[in-house]
């Protein structure tokens, strides 16, 4: 033990008050965290997980909806071996790449269920759909459309959700114009049968007349609430 | 539409989305993040309700979850955009440090193959009606006010009266005492406001599916229970 932990007054030794004590947790509610603490999942089995006192539990969401092969997959491990031990890390800014992303944009282009033309690589799907929304602008830049920034998105979508998070300042890069903040946004009703549009609003009518910026006979005009960030 | 609780649009909804995005010549981003590599049973969410977009979306499954990569496909259209604009800036200016990171990559390229040598859609066709089904068989708890829900991926959205669909106020947080049950007899299910849903790993069997519906019918009893107890209902 040296000075450092001899001197601290008090030290988490469970999982669980450590993490309490040194973790900022995402999409959580922070006070129940602190009172109640986390699920600490240590190990994976098929569709599996294991909790640290060995609690099994079938992972029934596949952790956010993205572990489709479950938990235990000895061919993806030794993929990622290999490839740490031949190039562990590489870029493809400014005129480099590498065999393997080479490969995986090949791939996605002729699995791609619409003619596609270039795979782009991010590190998230939040990255990629912040990724795609600079593109739809920066495609209309270049056809002169500048004013064309409109970004419509169903309500209680993922990408809704984004628009809300704190974008933070990040500086325009290179031929994203300065005009090219988070726009306008407007939110399209999504068909959610018990709450709103399919049922008691006309729905895909309703929905495609508001989409297409033409008024409502029974509301008036737009959707109040559209717009808004 | 996943994390909004599971909505799935209904017959000829894109179709129609579609037909006004042509018409006042909108770009089409199609979000494959989760429908993407077999959920639906189909490769994409695209190709089960016949969507063409300009830009797709993909994530999650690329890598099975393993690492984090994702990827944007770009129409030709949209690359000769980003073509003529770098003739005239210099740079195509965006991009991340792990773009294309080779380890994430390495994964992905083993997850498609995984999928294609092991007939991942044939094994979703295959075992998601069971899910369906079975979650479908709970439409008539009192608790249930819909069951939404397509290939392997379902919710029962949860409500104060059923008959007139009323929803529990939501400093309640039902949603996440019903969670709390699941977990408590050995499911990680997610609540989504008072939507539980289910969307297992792609592999899952028959048993298993089984094993996920029994434990949602015994949470949904002490769900009710509680709700009675505590004079919510």
Redesign the interface.
């Known amino acids: 033990m040296n000075e450092l932990t001899e001197a601290a007054p008090f030290l988490p030794n469970s999982a669980s008050a450590r993490d309490r004590a040194f973790v900022l947790h995402p999409m959580t509610n922070l006070v129940q965290h602190a009172a109640e603490g986390p699920?600490i999942v240590t190990r994976g089995e098929?569709?599996h997980?294991v909790d640290e006192q060995g609690?099994?539990?079938?992972?029934?969401?596949?952790?956010?909806?993205?572990?489709?092969?479950?938990?235990h997959?000895e061919?993806?491990?030794?993929?990622?071996y290999?490839?740490?031990l031949?190039?562990?890390?590489?870029?493809?800014?400014r005129f480099k790449?590498?065999p393997?992303?080479i490969?995986?944009?090949e791939?996605?282009?002729a699995?791609?269920?619409?003619?596609?033309?270039?795979?782009?690589?991010?590190?998230?799907?939040s990255?990629?759909?912040d990724?795609?929304?600079?593109?739809?602008w920066?495609?209309?830049?270049?056809?002169g459309r500048r004013a064309k920034k409109k970004i419509?998105a169903?309500?209680?979508?993922?990408?809704r959700?984004r628009q809300r998070q704190p974008h933070g300042a990040r500086p325009q890069?290179?031929?994203?114009r300065p005009a090219d903040r988070p726009g306008p946004a407007y939110g399209l009703s999504?068909?959610?049968?018990?709450?709103g549009a399919?049922r008691k609003r006309g729905?895909?009518?309703d929905?495609?007349r508001r989409?297409?910026?033409e008024t409502d006979p029974r509301r008036g005009t737009r959707d109040r609430r559209g717009l808004h960030r | 539409?996943?994390?909004?609780?599971i909505?799935?649009?209904?017959r000829?909804?894109f179709e129609?989305?579609q037909?006004?995005?042509k018409?006042?010549d909108?770009?089409f981003?199609v979000?494959e993040?989760?429908c993407g590599?077999?959920?639906l049973g189909?490769?994409?969410g695209?190709?089960t309700f016949g969507?063409?977009?300009?830009?797709?979306?993909?994530?999650?499954?690329l890598?099975?979850?393993?690492?984090?990569?994702?990827?944007?496909?770009?129409?030709?259209?949209?690359?000769r955009?980003?073509l003529?604009?770098?003739s005239k800036?210099?740079?195509?200016?965006?991009?991340?440090?792990?773009?294309?990171?080779?380890?994430?990559?390495?994964?992905?390229?083993?997850?498609?193959?995984?999928?294609e040598e092991t007939d991942?859609l044939g094994q979703v066709r295959a075992v998601a009606p069971l899910l369906q089904e079975g979650l479908r068989g709970f439409a008539g708890h009192p608790l249930v006010?819909?069951v939404r829900g397509i290939g392997l991926?379902g919710g029962l959205?949860l409500?104060k009266d059923k008959a007139a669909?009323t929803?529990f106020p939501p400093e309640l947080n039902l949603g996440l005492f019903i969670e709390r049950r699941?977990?408590e007899h050995?499911?990680?299910?997610?609540a989504l406001g008072d939507t539980l849903?289910?969307?297992?790993?792609?592999?899952?069997e028959p048993s298993?599916i089984e094993?996920?519906l029994r434990?949602i019918g015994r949470a949904l009893d002490e769900t009710y229970d509680h709700a009675s107890a505590e004079g919510w209902l």
């Open positions: 699920l098929g569709i997980i609690r099994r539990y079938i992972e029934g969401v596949s952790g956010l909806w993205s572990v489709t092969l479950g938990f997959n061919r993806l491990a030794q993929a990622a290999r490839q740490m031949e190039l562990p890390s590489y870029h493809m800014f790449s590498h393997t992303a490969e995986l944009a791939r996605l282009i699995l791609s269920p619409a003619p596609m033309s270039k795979a782009f690589f991010a590190n998230s799907g990255e990629a759909n990724t795609a929304i600079k593109l739809a920066y495609y209309n830049n270049a056809l419509i169903r309500r209680l979508s993922r990408r959700h890069p290179p031929g994203f999504a068909p959610l049968a018990l709450r399919r729905g895909v009518r929905a495609a989409h297409s910026g | 539409m996943g994390t909004g609780g909505l799935v649009p209904p000829t909804y129609k989305i037909a006004v995005l018409r006042h909108v770009l981003i979000d993040v989760i590599f077999g959920r189909d490769m994409f695209c190709q969507l063409k977009p300009d830009i797709i979306t993909m994530a999650k499954g890598s099975s979850g393993y690492l984090p990569i994702s990827a944007v496909l770009v129409s030709e259209d949209i690359y955009a980003c003529e604009e770098s800036i210099g740079v195509f200016g965006h991009g991340f440090t792990y773009s294309g990171h080779p380890v994430c990559a390495a994964v992905a390229v083993e997850a498609l193959k995984i999928y991942i006010g819909e991926m959205e409500v669909k929803p699941c977990q050995g499911a990680i299910l997610r849903t289910a969307a297992p790993p792609l592999i899952i298993e094993q996920i434990i």
